[in-house]
């Protein structure tokens, strides 16, 4: 059985192919997403739309191996399909693309490089609740202006398959709460500034009606709960869960936050699955953040981001001082800006511990694949880092600082190669204790990096600062660079490392 879910109107589909799922018709959403990796720390102003493009994204339910054709509108010489783990043949007639994919298959075709790409989302069948139960927040097929969306104790709202919702949602002190579906939870009406009330109202994105949109700012009871620290109103992102236990997100699609897409502070036992989260260009638009939080799932999910994708971090104003119990597997990371798994750079929890990545794919970065950047006091220890896949491609660019508005983007070269992992001790812009931590025993495991031909090693650090806060007992086994086992020669570090191994 497969489901295919017509674009509801006023939503603008993606004019960029040409799609048939099964010999039947299909549209694509539109998405906005980074076209360079041109950051600054938040200027009062949104990144202008010269810095990002447009991309494509469709998805649909079966249960069942589809046929699909893919005509983009314009010429083309490579075509590939990622992640390569999956091994997807493309078949080529003049200028359309044939390939099969599998329930629960998350893909990015890419024409002659990443830009304007399309990514395919293949849910496997989903039940929801009935939506008659008195317990359940529904929305069905069709564009809806929620807003913000604050749920209870024991309560589950549906974005069903074919639905838009513009908003967010908050989930604060409570319990037993689901979010659930295969439609979009858009974040595009949601502006960061007082200053620029229209500064990220995006009509190539945003389908609600000019008299419906506004800027969201939040509640001030809402308000007092967030760690964030902006001198404006502060945004929410799509999805806030604060103080809270027994929390599932699961199918969804969030697009075009505000800020971090989806923030979980002081909180245990919180699970992504199945969520996607695409249309990220907008300043410090983090994936996933786990804040002093415990016990917290993230397993297949799909997240493009502009900035940092999937976060452990310990931020200065929570009320527990643990950061622990975390399982990260299955995913698919894409990453603009910043990291793609990141520990930090904000660490103060006494202890961030037990933190497991796993069977994993990361199709593009920038600065860093996996990062710790432990820069205030906490001690980060017992990190496994365990059968991902990083692809390596041409196409990368250097990721630049943009230090005025007139500043332009100016790579120093057209190829970038991220550094495949970086441990440090660091102490910066986003750190709140005076004194930094320490870090020790992390593993990375049958990690294999696969570069496009000519590319040279990618990078590997292990940077202490002083004897006291150090980077200690960190495990290469089974690390790969195009099949060949990396040295110790490859890993660069100063004297305030020790006792590293290669297995």
């Known amino acids: 059985m497969v489901k295919i879910y017509e674009i509801p109107f006023p939503e603008k589909p993606s004019d960029a192919f040409e799609i048939r799922i099964n010999g039947k018709k299909a549209d694509a ?32 339910d079966t249960d069942e191996t589809v046929d699909i054709t893919v005509t983009p509108n314009r010429d083309f010489k490579e075509a590939v399909i990622r992640p390569l783990s999956k091994g997807i043949a493309l078949n080529r007639e003049n200028n359309t693309l044939s390939f099969k994919v599998n329930p629960g298959d ?21 039940q929801i609740p009935d939506k ?9 097929p069709g564009v809806h202006d929620a807003g913000r969306i604050i749920l209870k104790d024991n309560q589950t709202l549906v974005i069903d398959a074919g639905s838009v919702v513009y908003g967010s949602v908050v989930i604060n002190e409570a319990r037993n709460v689901r979010i659930c579906g295969h439609g979009i939870l858009c974040n595009s009406v949601e502006t960061r500034s007082f200053r620029f009330p229209s500064s990220c109202l995006d009509r190539d994105i945003c389908a609600l009606p000019e008299q419906l949109q506004s800027t969201q700012v939040m509640p001030e009871e809402i308000g007092a709960l967030m760690s964030r620290e902006f001198s404006e109103p502060k945004p929410l992102g799509c999805l806030n869960v604060i103080k809270s236990n027994y929390v599932k997100a699961e199918g969804i699609i969030f697009r075009d936050s505000s800020v971090w897409t989806a923030t979980v502070t002081d909180c245990g036992h919180v699970e992504f699955d199945n969520v996607k989260t695409i249309g990220m260009w907008r300043y410090n638009a983090d994936g996933i953040d786990f ?12 997240l493009r981001n502009f900035d940092d994708v999937i976060v452990v971090k310990g931020v200065i104003d929570a009320e ?23 520990i930090g750079a904000e660490t103060c929890a006494k202890e961030i511990r037990n933190i497991i990545y796993r069977d994993s ?6 600065y860093m694949h996996m990062d710790i950047q432990n820069g205030d006091s906490g001690y980060v220890h017992d990190v496994l880092y365990e059968d991902i896949r990083i692809e390596y491609t041409k196409y990368e660019t250097e990721p630049i600082l943009q230090e005025s508005d007139e500043m332009e983007y100016m790579p120093a070269s057209q190829t970038h190669m991220p550094y495949l992992f970086l441990a440090e001790i660091t102490h910066g812009f986003w750190n709140k204790q005076p004194d930094p931590g320490r870090t020790s025993d992390v593993t990375l495991r049958n990690v294999a990096a696969v570069l496009d031909e000519g590319l040279p090693k990618p990078p590997i650090s292990l940077v202490g600062k002083d004897s006291e806060h150090m980077v200690e007992r960190v495990t290469f086994e089974n690390v790969t660079v195009d099949g060949i086992p990396i040295s110790a020669e490859d890993i660069q570090t100063n004297e305030y490392v020790s006792d590293v191994k290669v297995l």
């Not at 804040?291 to 799909?302: E, P, T």
Request: aromatic share 16%.
């Open 29 to 60: 959403y539109r998405a906005r997403v980074s076209r360079i990796p041109f950051n600054c720390v938040w200027p009062g102003h949104q990144r202008p739309m010269s810095q990002t493009e447009l991309s494509a994204f469709i998805y649909f």
């Open 106 to 126: 998350m893909l990015s075709l890419e024409l002659d490089g990443f830009h304007n790409n399309l990514q395919i989302f293949s849910n496997k069948i989903l």
């Open 132 to 140: 008659s139960d008195p317990s359940v927040i529904y929305y069905g």
């Open 291 to 302: 804040c002093n939080s415990h016990h917290g799932v993230v397993r297949n999910c799909f």
């Open 320 to 342: 527990s001082e643990y950061t622990e119990e975390l399982l990260f597997e299955n995913n698919v990371l894409w990453c603009d800006w910043g990291r793609s798994f990141e």
């Open 361 to 366: 794919d990361i199709l593009h970065g920038t």
